[in-house]
């Protein structure tokens, strides 16, 4: 998936709203580059993922040098207000400029970038910046740049994670990036 241009896309599922502008799952490779994604909502369903992109399942996921501003989701289960990222064997996030994207409601995580259950993962080269995890809840708010979850290894280099921010609960911290694995 290459130069496209999503804007202004909506999931409005009853059930699960996952990637607001572009949902990619169950695929040998998936490369998304050169896109720009503006303004897009995973919807505020049970569990809304991935207000821009959701790449799940794929045993290569390739997110490189696209512009992700201003997506959100705000479900109960509230993660990757950007990009999530899921259960790839292979995942790498380059060259992108996720800014301003918002993952919020009951339980807000990764306000720019969410990944989950990658075994192999490449976060290199991308500016991420004020982006925000916000939750409702006391302790349900982690990453306001990145979230990693039951992932590794990392190899994590030359990115810039500038002014991103959690709140829960009314409470505000500056927290860019939480690691998670069981």
């Known amino acids: 998936v290459t130069g496209n241009r999503f804007s202004g896309n909506q999931t409005t599922a009853q059930g699960n709203g996952h990637g607001g502008g572009l949902a990619l799952y169950t695929c040998r ?5 050169a896109n720009v994604f503006d303004a897009n909502s995973g ?28 997506n959100s989701s705000g479900g109960g289960l509230s993660v990757g207000g950007g990009l999530l990222l899921g259960s790839s064997q292979y995942a790498t996030v380059s060259g992108n400029r996720f800014e301003g994207n918002t993952a919020n409601r009951y339980s807000g995580k990764g306000g720019g970038i969410y990944v989950d259950g990658s075994r192999d993962l490449t976060l290199t080269g991308n500016v991420i910046r004020g982006n925000k995890g916000s939750s409702s809840e006391t302790h349900n708010s982690w990453g306001g740049g990145v979230y990693l979850s039951e992932t590794g290894p990392h190899t994590i280099t030359n990115n810039a994670l500038v002014d991103n921010q959690v709140t829960a609960d009314g409470g505000t911290a500056d927290e860019s990036v939480r690691t998670t694995r069981r």
């Open 29 to 33: 490779a998936a490369e998304v580059k």
């Open 43 to 70: 919807g505020r369903s049970a569990d809304a993922e991935g207000g821009a992109a959701v790449i799940r399942n794929c045993l290569y996921g390739v997110f490189s040098d696209n512009v992700v501003t201003n």
